[in-house]
């Protein structure tokens, strides 16, 4: 089985006391996680830019996004 790298950039609040993660597998198959890491970076942009903008409101409720 050929393995595949993911690398996935998130903002951390510099007042954060944990950080969780985990993997989803939806359908039937096998997950495998292997030399998983979690680095410091320097100034890189989020891999969703939306994550970042938080509303008070509900939004895409119609899924159309």
């Known amino acids: 089985m050929t393995g595949r790298r993911y690398d996935i ?6 007042n954060a006391t944990d950080i969780s993660f985990g993997v989803l597998l939806s359908g039937s198959g ?3 996680l292997n030399e998983a890491k979690v680095e410091v970076t320097g100034a890189v942009l989020p ?3 939306k994550i970042n903008a938080v509303s ?7 899924f159309r996004e």
């Open 30 to 32: 096998e997950v495998w």
């Open 47 to 49: 891999t969703n830019e």
């Open 9 to 14: 950039v998130l903002d951390v609040p510099t």
């Open 56 to 62: 008070n409101e509900p939004t895409n409720l119609d």
